[in-house]
């Protein structure tokens, strides 16, 4: 009887070590696919940051552009008399 007992909890020793190994192998796995997950999301973030960055210095140039034209007539011009 002794010995079916030392058996039977070294049988659920090593059940309770496989379980710890398949659900350290599991959260592994959610982990990678948690970060790769946002990892996508972050290089769409970037794609769309880059794009509304080229989209505003597009808009400040043409602003600088029309400033620039703009300057001659609301500098005053000396009076000749």
Do not use: C, N
């Amino acid at each position: 009887m002794a010995t079916d007992l030392e058996l039977a909890r070294a049988g659920l020793r090593a059940l309770r070590e496989e379980r710890d190994r398949f659900e350290a192998a599991v959260q592994r796995g959610l982990g990678q696919q948690v970060s790769q997950a946002s990892q996508a999301e972050l290089v769409a973030r970037i794609d769309e940051l880059t794009a509304a960055d080229q989209d505003l210095a597009e808009k400040l140039a043409h602003a600088e552009a029309d400033r620039y034209g703009l300057r001659p007539q609301l500098t005053p011009r000396p009076r000749t008399t």
